[in-house]
């Protein structure tokens, strides 16, 4: 019984011995951190990644994307992105709110719609849009979505919207299914509203910030993240190493960029539009708003014959 009973005591002896050489060790790795430099991969103003101490070192603003080499294949996928995207937004200078383009004047007509139509026809629909004032617009840039759907089916299909940049615009859609077919078109944005998010576009592109957090022990640090980061401060280079695509993180003052944990969104930048812009963008008014129709807003389809497919 005296032998178990020295054994316990020995064990717990030896516990307590082996819990203050951990604490020992966790201050003194703390006090490492707070006094001494952390060794890291920053880029320096050529561009290139170098490992050195964060410490004293400056560098000039730099955006991942802007080093990036493309393969021949990459380049036309890029081109072809960028050519998908790409909207003719005229040139007509500012424009008053009550210029802009009005859902609630608008209206869309479907041509023929007296006709039956068969599985598989094209349906055109005409769509003019008007301003607040209720005069027609002579340039185009909306954004326009449009889709034909059936409720009793559950089924639906999108159309594609052709620009005449006159106030005018025709969509085309392919009829998928027999029976009566709704048309529904919506305006998304007004131009004007377009123009002002490329203008956002191009002037803060980083509008839409990100964070990650790093931690070590009880440490914890949290920084913006972006492809494009601005200032003269240290990096972790986060680029993904298959993809190429770029990612930065300022680098934290006392954790190494190996020690992020997690990512997340860390919201948007507030105030970049003045009160006119912000007109442009009125929930209720004129954003994600449905376009009436003039006359009938659906067709009659019917199946196709056997001989006929």
């Known amino acids: 019984m005296w032998t178990n009973f020295f054994k316990l005591r020995l064990f717990c002896c030896l516990l307590a011995v082996l819990m203050v ?28 990644f170098v490992s050195s101490q964060v410490t004293g070192i400056s560098r000039n603003p730099y955006c991942g994307y802007d080093q990036q080499t493309l393969s021949s294949q990459e380049r036309m996928e890029e081109d072809s992105l960028l050519a998908a995207l790409h909207r003719q937004v005229p040139d007509v200078g500012p424009v008053p709110f009550v210029k802009s383009t009005d859902p609630s004047s608008s209206y869309f007509v479907i041509l023929n719609s007296a006709a039956f139509f068969k599985v598989g026809s094209q349906l055109e629909v005409l769509v003019h849009v008007q301003d ?134 860390g919201g948007y930048l507030k105030g970049l539009l003045t009160a006119a812009e912000s007109a442009f963008f009125q929930s209720g008014v004129n954003i994600k708003m449905p376009v009436n129709s003039s006359g009938p807003d659906w067709v009659t389809v019917i199946p196709r014959r056997i001989k006929e497919t």
């Open 132 to 265: 607040f004032q209720r005069k027609p617009k002579k340039y185009g840039g909306d954004y326009l979505q449009a889709r034909i759907h059936s409720l009793k089916l559950q089924a639906g299909a999108v159309g594609r919207v052709v620009d005449y940049q006159n106030g005018f615009y025709k969509v085309f859609f392919t009829l998928l299914w027999p029976g009566k077919v709704k048309v529904s078109v919506s305006l998304v944005h007004p131009s004007e509203g377009i123009r002002v998010l490329q203008r956002l576009q191009e002037d803060k592109p980083d509008r839409v910030y990100f964070k990650s957090l790093f931690r070590s022990g009880r440490i914890s640090e949290t920084t913006e993240c972006n492809v494009c980061l601005p200032g003269n401060l240290p990096l972790c280079n986060f680029t993904d190493l298959y993809t190429g695509e770029p990612w930065f993180c300022f680098k934290p003052k006392k954790l190494p960029c190996s020690s992020r944990i997690t990512h997340f969104k």
């Open 21 to 48: 050489v951990v604490l020992v060790i966790n201050v003194t790795q703390v006090e490492y951190l707070d006094h001494e430099t952390v060794s890291a991969t920053f880029i320096d103003s050529s561009g290139q």
